[in-house]
């Protein structure tokens, strides 16, 4: 069966002409005991594979998850989009080689079907295969979690610390290799997996899987030489998720109440469209517009973050008791005809309701607890350095078949994966 949404046609794969669709239905959703990780196929989404790998390594259960009903025609999924969990269903036929009888994109895994599936449900939510190429490695994290994304550059003098903490807390991590390597073992531009941070080794995964050549074992020192940054996707195992669709005025207040009924990690956020959306409508302009948000208790600003630029705009506070916050939303908007965001809340139990007005009180601020987590780059600032790292053309070349005539440590991978210049 087909799906009439999303049918098996050229349109649909995008500009690669080439390739045909063939059915995979009898294909298992999932097997047991996988000893295979999502591979990337010829399309420029090393953004998307990478952290899809990341959030498999430390958080299975939670791509599990994603899947709400499955038989041997369709599958439907669950997306966060924007901020707002959405239901994608799509049938089984794939972009298919038939030159080289392989599958076009992501690959099965151990003859399972699921990451060709949440990839082409991605595909299906923008229009074509083709306009899933190139993207952030946090916009996936959040589609696959609905939880928060922090950028940390190796350069900073605390990465040490940063990053061990980030592998005691196993939480998914993504890596971005620089524009520049000292040989071509490592891809440059590129978006890797982190599937281990322990006793000064980290472990990186490069979405191509090069067979035995897709892994590598780095000391602190040594991946702080290969790679720019990593993204760290603050996912915690039972976490509550709510979200609101606000439509506002520039720079109109926008009121919640937030009862947080058990301690533990907060998260308060404010969530702009994708410009994914407006790849097709240039006449509209759209833009990133700056946002506010503040966070209040009783009647004193706990938490506030302001950004120039941020698709993603969040505060965060580790609660040691029950309380009730105010949540104030604002956005300067630059758009004509876009002014619609969603706010979400995500941590252990709370409710969540819009209001028209704060209450403000004296309350007792001391024992409350304190801010974990700090929001780091607005997304202006990684736009422009992720600018910088594309000014090297490069060709998305897929090395395939190749004859291997010399021994392991002088085997080469692909210098970059061109179209997956992370953006």
Same mark, same amino acid.
């Given at each position: 069966m087909i799906d009439q949404e999303f049918p098996p046609t050229i349109e649909n794969v995008g500009k690669k002409k080439n390739l045909s669709w063939k059915s995979f239905n009898d294909f298992p959703l999932f097997v047991e005991q996988s000893s295979q990780f999502p591979k990337q196929g010829k399309l420029g989404n090393c953004y998307w594979i990478a952290p899809l790998v990341a959030v498999y390594a430390a958080k299975p259960q939670q791509i599990q998850s994603l899947f709400q009903s499955h038989d041997s025609n369709f599958t439907t999924v669950r997306f966060c989009i924007d901020g707002d969990w959405q239901l994608i269903t799509v049938d089984h036929h794939f972009p298919f080689n038939e030159e080289k009888q392989k599958v076009a994109y992501s690959k099965l895994v151990d003859g399972a079907l699921w990451a060709m599936? *949440? &990839?082409?449900?991605?595909?299906?939510?923008?229009?074509?295969?083709?306009?899933?190429?190139?993207?952030?490695?946090?916009?996936?994290?959040?589609?696959?979690?609905?939880?928060p994304t922090n950028k940390f550059?190796?350069?900073? =003098?605390? @990465?040490?610390?940063?990053?061990?903490?980030?592998?005691?807390?196993?939480?998914?991590?993504?890596?971005?290799?620089?524009?520049? !390597?000292?040989?071509?073992?490592?891809?440059?531009?590129?978006?890797?997996?982190?599937?281990?941070?322990?006793?000064?080794?980290?472990?990186?995964?490069?979405?191509?899987?090069? #067979?035995?050549?897709?892994?590598?074992?780095?000391? *602190?020192? &040594?991946? #702080?030489?290969r790679f720019a940054s990593i993204e760290c996707c603050y996912h915690f195992d039972g976490y509550q998720y709510q979200s609101e669709k606000v439509t506002s005025d520039v720079m109109e207040p926008v009121y919640f109440e937030i009862e947080i009924k058990t301690p533990g990690n907060y998260f308060f956020t404010i969530n702009q469209k994708n410009k994914r959306w407006f790849r097709n409508k240039p006449h509209l302009?759209?833009?990133?517009? =700056?946002?506010?948000?503040?966070?209040?208790?009783?009647?004193?600003?706990?938490?506030?973050?302001?950004?120039?630029?941020?698709?993603?705009?969040?505060?965060?506070?580790?609660?040691?008791?029950?309380?009730?916050?105010?949540?104030?939303?604002?956005?300067?908007?630059?758009?004509?005809?876009?002014?619609?965001?969603? @706010?979400?809340?995500?941590?252990?139990? @709370?409710?969540?309701?819009?209001?028209?007005?704060?209450?403000?009180?004296?309350?007792?601020?001391?024992?409350?607890? !304190?801010?974990?987590?700090?929001?780091?780059?607005?997304? #202006?600032?990684?736009? &422009?350095? &992720?600018?910088?790292?594309?000014?090297?053309?490069?060709? @998305?070349?897929?090395?395939?078949?190749?004859?291997?005539?010399?021994?392991?440590?002088? !085997?080469?991978e692909r210098k970059s994966c061109g179209q997956c210049s992370i953006y």
């Open positions: 599936i *949440l &990839e082409k449900a991605w595909a299906k939510l923008y229009g074509s295969y083709q306009q899933i190429s190139a993207g952030f490695n946090r916009t996936t994290f959040k589609v696959l979690t609905g939880a550059r190796t350069r900073d =003098p605390n @990465f040490k610390e940063i990053i061990y903490e980030i592998g005691a807390l196993r939480f998914p991590v993504g890596a971005n290799s620089k524009k520049q !390597q000292m040989d071509n073992i490592f891809a440059t531009n590129h978006a890797y997996s982190i599937l281990k941070i322990e006793d000064n080794q980290i472990i990186v995964r490069n979405p191509w899987g090069l #067979k035995n050549r897709d892994q590598h074992t780095l000391t *602190l020192d &040594e991946f #702080k030489q302009k759209y833009v990133i517009s =700056p946002s506010q948000i503040q966070m209040i208790y009783g009647d004193t600003i706990m938490n506030q973050q302001n950004h120039q630029s941020n698709k993603e705009l969040w505060i965060n506070w580790n609660f040691n008791r029950p309380c009730k916050i105010y949540i104030i939303c604002q956005i300067d908007w630059q758009n004509i005809a876009i002014n619609e965001f969603i @706010f979400n809340t995500y941590g252990p139990e @709370f409710s969540q309701k819009r209001v028209q007005d704060i209450i403000k009180r004296n309350e007792d601020i001391n024992n409350l607890g !304190q801010i974990q987590f700090v929001q780091r780059d607005s997304e #202006k600032e990684q736009e &422009e350095e &992720e600018k910088l790292n594309q000014n090297q053309e490069v060709v @998305f070349q897929q090395q395939e078949n190749a004859q291997i005539i010399s021994s392991l440590p002088q !085997q080469r």
